[in-house]
T-cell receptor, first 112, second 110 residues
Framework: NAGVTQTPKFRVLKTGQSMTLLCAQD?????MYWYRQDPGMGLRLIHY???????AKGEVPDGYNVSRLKKQNFLLGLESAAPSQTSVYFC???????????FGDGTRLSIL | QKEVEQDPGPLSVPEGAIVSLNCTYSNSAFQYFMWYRQYSRKGPELLMY????GNKEDGRFTAQVDKSSKYISLFIRDSQPSDSATYLCAISANFNKFYFGSGTKLNVKP
């Protein structure tokens, strides 16, 4: 049972490039989340999804887009990467809204 | 004002010590309280989950919630070097939105 798997684990981009981060969970969870973690800032919610085909904005959504075409996958896209988006990105999932979240091991993204 | 405040540490203790980690929060509507442990270059893993006030114990770990003071604590008894990690508190009113502390880095020295 892999839990929450994130790919890639590490990536370096140039300013203006685009990329997609993939999150996959094998726990049949309805809820999925994307966070970024920056030093001294804690985890900040970017976007989340309460089920297949649904997405919603979190605390810091600007510059990011998401899609949840399949229940097990949640994609995070950066259309035009900026240095301010250098961060560690974590995906999480939960069965219901009143259950704690399970996290992947993160994607370390550097934008030059 | 942040919704949840957490001392970043680092906190350094000798092996076998009792560790106390704390968070304060601002909104009395919060009723779900969690503690996560995060090892270097890993994702947060859930340690403890409590609802409303009171204590919850799991092995060497005890989570305590004082809603009157808006204060939550995690106690680690007989701390081990393997407990060295960053500990994050997380708080929610209705689970649709979580607020995470910035984490306290703990180092347990052999």
């Amino acid at each position: 049972n892999a839990g929450v798997t994130q790919t890639p684990k590490f990536r370096v981009l140039k300013t203006g490039q685009s990329m997609t981060l993939l999150c996959a969970q094998d726990m049949n969870h309805e809820y999925m989340y994307w966070y970024r973690q920056d030093p001294g800032m804690g985890l900040r919610l970017i976007h989340y999804s309460v089920g297949e085909g649904t997405t919603a904005k979190g605390e810091v959504p600007d510059g990011y887009n998401v899609s949840r075409l399949k229940k097990q996958n949640f994609l995070l896209g950066l259309e035009s990467a900026a240095p301010s988006q250098t961060s560690v990105y974590f995906c999480a999932s939960s069965m219901t809204s009143d259950q704690p979240q399970h996290f992947g091991d993160g994607t370390r993204l550097s934008i030059l | 004002q942040k919704e949840v405040e957490q001392d970043p540490g680092p906190l350094s203790v000798p092996e076998g010590a009792i560790v106390s980690l704390n968070c304060t929060y601002s909104n009395s509507a919060f009723q779900y309280f969690m503690w996560y442990r995060q090892y270097s270059r890993k994702g947060p893993e859930l340690l403890m989950y409590t609802y409303s006030s009171g204590n919850k114990e799991d092995g060497r770990f005890t989570a305590q919630v004082d809603k009157s003071s808006k204060y939550i604590s995690l106690f680690i008894r007989d701390s081990q070097p393997s407990d060295s990690a960053t500990y994050l508190c997380a708080i929610s009113a209705n689970f649709n939105k979580f607020y995470f502390g910035s984490g306290t880095k703990l180092n347990v020295k052999p």
